[in-house]
T-cell receptor, first 115, second 114 residues
Framework: ETGVTQTPRHLVMGMTNKKSLKCEQH?????MYWYKQSAKKPLELMFV???????ENNSVPSRFSPECPNSSHLFLHLHTLQPEDSALYLC??????????????FGQGTRLTVV | GENVGLHLPTLSVQEGDNSIINCAYS??????FIWYKQESGKGPQFIID?????DKRQGQRVTVLLNKTVKHLSLQIAATQPGDSAVYFC?????????????FGQGTILTVHP
């Protein structure tokens, strides 16, 4: 058990569908992240939320829309995706302190297939 | 040009041997480094970390070495076991205003043969 739970584990969606990925962390951390892992690229940071505020948007297309209602929950809303968006989407959390960072804990990921 | 496909470095070892996985990082301002292990179908798992004010840190069966002069990080696994077979990633963080942002390396596939 990682302390970071992602649902669903697998998702197949059409290009016109709208779906959401959910992440919940039970570690009391104050920062949450979305990463994309595809077979063709290294793990890529998409979004960073510190204290529920988005502090990083790594040039992610607007068809990906994050939401962080509180420090324990993070969503990734998906709409009009493209087949090349098929990947493993990983959520992570960490405790950001005044100086330095601590390790990020990852969920199991959502395997997304866009058809 | 852009890589069409990513071919990860691979390392094959016999059970009981020591393994060394290397990583070159790019940002001289990075002050915090982590090694992760990712098994098939799972998210990355934390193995060990090191801050830039250290050049060596040891855990259980693992040691991380940091050479800031050449921006190089290595992970040593002692007495490698079949359960160590996975993809290993290094990650760096520059701290300061970029806290929370981890930049990952491409990964190395470790295969341990019984």
């Amino acid at each position: 058990e990682t302390g970071v739970t992602q649902t669903p584990r697998h998702l197949v969606m059409g290009m016109t569908n709208k779906k959401s990925l959910k992440c919940e962390q039970h570690l009391g951390h104050n920062a949450m992240y979305w990463y994309k892992q595809s077979a063709k690229k290294p793990l890529e940071l998409m979004f960073v939320y510190n204290f529920k505020e988005q502090t990083e948007n790594n040039s992610v297309p607007s068809r990906f829309s994050p939401e962080c209602p509180n420090s324990s929950h993070l969503f990734l809303h998906l709409h009009t995706l493209q087949p090349e968006d098929s990947a493993l989407y990983l959520c992570a959390s960490s405790q950001v302190r005044g100086r330095g960072n601590t390790e990020a804990f990852f969920g199991q990921g959502t395997r997304l297939t866009v058809v | 040009g852009e890589n069409v496909g990513l071919h990860l470095p691979t390392l094959s070892v016999q059970e009981g041997d020591n393994s060394i996985i290397n990583c070159a990082y790019s940002n001289s301002a990075s002050d915090y480094f982590i090694w992760y292990k990712q098994e098939s179908g799972k998210g990355p798992q934390f193995i060990i970390d090191i801050r830039s004010n250290m050049d060596k840190r040891q855990g259980q069966r693992v040691t991380v070495l940091l050479n800031k002069t050449v921006k190089h990080l290595s992970l040593q696994i002692a007495a490698t076991q079949p359960g160590d077979s996975a993809v290993y990633f290094c990650a760096e963080n520059a701290g300061g205003t970029s806290y929370g942002k981890l930049t990952f390396g491409q990964g190395t596939i470790l295969t341990v043969h019984p």
